[in-house]
């Protein structure tokens, strides 16, 4: 973790309380900052627990379309934000094995949770509950009905994520049951208090920020990384200078260089302006 922002060459910036406000609309300052790191061949690179559906059109507002995207923090990162291309720069999927265990005992002790899962560009949801509505809502995807367990015989099919979504409650005695499974390649984070998400135990946005350094062949020191939650924290110490929001949790604020406004003053577009620019 550095402390200067001179020389950044590299941008990862998360989504969700980050470049989006409390009402989900984009930082309105992003897009005209982000013509200028073009400029400067500067990449600016969205990293989310999104799929690559629920970023692409965010790309296309950003005029970022031909940068990458880490998918699913990291899980999937693809070359560009193009659904016609999809070509990944690298992908780590889950254990199938573990996957059809999960989602067993979810069938079996948690039939109220809402089970997602995540192949490359495709969402699968058993039903269309109003958990799924709700995300449907925030990511302006459609899911795919289908039983989970049932495409889990697809040997071919890889799943990047699970996204298990219920009351606070429910999710918290989901997760002491799952973690005590000590499963042996899944990893287990909320995301929300009421959204457990699962991946590959190697998945994380930090581990997507050494990838794109080296495929960029930047130095770490000269990268630059942005974000509000905990899951942000690994990515925020390894860049060359880590920025957390405003509106982050004070962990993730001290887990950071410096810190910039909020998600709802523009804080990224501001963060880039005045340690990438140097404008402002």
């Given at each position: 973790?550095?402390?200067?922002?001179?020389?950044?060459?590299?941008?990862?910036?998360?989504?969700?309380?980050?470049i989006?406000?409390?009402a989900?609309?984009?930082?309105d300052?992003?897009?005209?900052?982000?013509?200028?790191?073009?400029?400067?061949?500067?990449?600016?690179i969205?990293?989310?627990?999104?799929?690559?559906?629920?970023?692409?059109?965010?790309?296309?507002?950003?005029?970022?379309?031909?940068?990458?995207?880490?998918?699913?923090?990291?899980?999937?990162?693809?070359?560009?934000?193009?659904?016609?291309?999809?070509?990944?720069?690298?992908s780590?999927?889950?254990?199938?094995?573990?996957?059809?265990?999960?989602?067993d005992?979810i069938?079996?002790?948690?039939?109220?949770?809402?089970?997602?899962?995540?192949?490359?560009?495709?969402?699968?949801?058993?039903?269309?509950?109003?958990?799924?509505?709700?995300?449907?809502?925030?990511?302006?995807?459609t899911?795919?009905e289908?039983?989970?367990?049932?495409?889990?015989?697809?040997?071919?099919?890889?799943?990047?994520?699970?996204?298990?979504?219920?009351?606070?409650?429910?999710?918290?005695?989901?997760?002491?049951?799952?973690?005590?499974?000590?499963?042996?390649?899944?990893?287990?984070?909320?995301?929300?208090?009421?959204?457990?998400?699962?991946?590959?135990?190697?998945?994380?946005?930090?581990?997507?920020?050494?990838e794109?350094?080296?495929?960029?062949?930047?130095?770490l020191?000269?990268?630059?990384?942005?974000?509000?939650?905990?899951?942000?924290?690994?990515?925020?110490?390894l860049?060359?200078l880590?920025?957390?929001?405003?509106?982050?949790?004070?962990?993730?604020?001290?887990?950071?260089?410096?810190?910039?406004?909020?998600?709802?003053?523009?804080?990224?577009?501001?963060?880039?302006?005045?340690?990438?620019?140097?404008t402002?």
């Amino acid at each position: 973790m550095g402390t200067g922002g001179s020389n950044i060459k590299l941008v990862m910036s998360d989504i969700d309380g980050t470049i989006l406000d409390s009402a989900h609309r984009v930082d309105d300052g992003l897009k005209e900052t982000l013509e200028h790191l073009k400029e400067q061949k500067v990449p600016f690179i969205l990293a989310s627990a999104r799929s690559p559906k629920g970023m692409y059109s965010l790309a296309e507002e950003l005029g970022i379309r031909t940068s990458p995207l880490a998918c699913y923090n990291g899980a999937l990162v693809l070359k560009e934000a193009d659904s016609e291309s999809h070509q990944p720069i690298l992908s780590h999927e889950m254990n199938k094995t573990e996957v059809g265990v999960i989602v067993d005992i979810i069938k079996d002790r948690f039939p109220e949770i809402t089970i997602n899962l995540y192949s490359g560009e495709d969402w699968y949801v058993d039903k269309y509950t109003r958990w799924a509505e709700i995300e449907a809502g925030i990511t302006k995807e459609t899911p795919i009905e289908k039983n989970v367990q049932l495409l889990m015989l697809s040997a071919e099919m890889p799943v990047h994520k699970l996204l298990l979504i219920g009351t606070p409650q429910e999710i918290e005695r989901l997760q002491a049951y799952c973690q005590a499974l000590k499963l042996e390649s899944s990893s287990f984070y909320l995301s929300k208090e009421n959204y457990l998400e699962v991946t590959h135990c190697d998945v994380s946005k930090e581990r997507a920020l050494l990838e794109l350094a080296s495929y960029y062949q930047v130095d770490l020191e000269e990268t630059m990384a942005i974000g509000d939650n905990f899951n942000d924290i690994p990515m925020l110490k390894l860049a060359g200078l880590g920025v957390s929001m405003a509106n982050a949790p004070i962990e993730v604020q001290e887990a950071a260089d410096i810190k910039t406004f909020s998600n709802n003053e523009n804080g990224v577009s501001k963060a880039l302006q005045k340690y990438v620019l140097g404008t402002k």
